[in-house]
């Protein structure tokens, strides 16, 4: 560790958090490192690096250590001069949300909040965050925390990049985010399983002209979310994406209550039919789409269904249907 001066970047690969003991409560500063990276293989106790506080060119702080929990004290990051952050760790949402808060500078950040927490509900906070640089935000919550009261402590009026896997995830979670921001999303990939109305999605989508990228996962085989694409002149599509170029629906019909009926619904089909009899601007919804994935979990639909979904994609619009027999193939 002679050359501490002289690192700018410190990337550890590690398979148990006791090699890391020395860093842990290292003496030297490092005046120019602006990047930090630390992956650990085990479980391990908590961390709490105290060589970052005297850090001040810290930029980048990524902690992918999934089995391992956070220390803020003594040591502490500061969090305020990062732009880029990776929290993948035992962290509860209360404690991320506090970190969070903190890194006023922030451009990208990620957080994996992991599954082994039953911490209390969230509690409302008064005022709001402003991250006015942050770009990029992705957060996967695997626990039963509602991610709306997350949510509800910032606003994001830079982001373009938005990707949202949670557990709970309310239907008005993302139209209340947009209203304290504002922001122009170029991509969003987001998890609905949980959701049962479609009002929220199209409420949101309509306040997103700007999007270009968007993903949906869908928990079951629900028409309504087909229906929301499916363009026609009987039936117009409840919102525009001008900019729209990449559309990609997930959908696990192995969940609903009944596989027979879910086998034989054609909405699917449909749905991909439409953007190839609509094609360029003469869809007025969706007008520069070009590319629609769909992947399907679970058993096959009937054969012509199959047949239409296969053919559907081998036409103008540059088109993927993927069938996977299970959520456990990815």
Not at 223 to 249: D, Q, V
Not at 292 to 307: A, H, P, Q, S
Request: glycine share 4%; aromatic share 10%; with cysteine.
């Amino acid at each position: 560790m002679g050359a501490h001066d002289r690192v700018r970047r410190l990337t550890l690969n590690l398979d148990t958090f006791d090699d890391i003991s020395e860093l842990r409560t290292h003496p030297q500063d490092f005046p120019i490192l602006a990047c930090f990276e630390l992956r650990v293989n085990a479980p391990g106790r908590p961390i709490g690096l105290s060589m970052l506080k005297t850090a001040p060119a810290l930029r980048r702080f990524c902690l992918n250590t999934p089995s391992c929990s956070l220390d803020l004290e003594p040591a502490a990051v500061s969090w305020s001069q990062l732009t880029e952050l990776t929290l993948n760790l035992q962290v509860d949402l209360g404690r991320a949300r506090s970190i969070l808060m903190e890194c006023t500078g922030l451009e990208v950040c990620t957080i994996y909040t992991g599954d082994d927490w039953s911490e209390p509900p969230l509690q409302r906070l008064s005022s709001v965050t402003s991250l006015l640089h942050l770009t990029r935000f992705s957060i996967l919550c695997c626990s039963d925390e509602d991610v709306e009261d997350f949510f509800d402590a910032f606003s994001f009026p830079s982001l373009t990049d938005l990707t949202v896997n949670a557990t709970q995830l309310s239907e008005l979670a993302l139209p209340n985010l947009y209203s304290r921001s504002h922001f122009q999303l170029i991509k969003m990939d987001v998890d609905i399983s949980e959701w049962v109305f479609t009002d929220e999605l199209t409420t949101f989508l309509e306040l997103t002209s700007s999007l270009e990228f968007l993903v949906l996962r869908v928990g079951g085989f629900q028409r309504t979310y087909m229906e929301l694409f499916t363009y026609g002149g009987e039936n117009p599509a409840p919102f525009a994406l001008p900019k729209l170029r990449t559309l990609s629906i997930r959908m696990d019909h192995s969940m609903n209550t009944n596989p027979f009926k879910c086998r034989h619904d054609p909405s699917a089909a449909e749905m991909l039919e439409s953007f190839e009899r609509y094609p360029g601007k003469r869809n007025r919804a969706f007008p520069s789409l070009t590319r629609v994935f769909l992947t399907m979990i679970g058993d096959d639909f009937d054969r012509d269904i199959e047949k239409r979904l296969v053919n559907a994609g081998k036409r103008r619009i540059e088109g993927w249907y993927h069938r996977q027999r299970s959520a456990d193939e990815d």
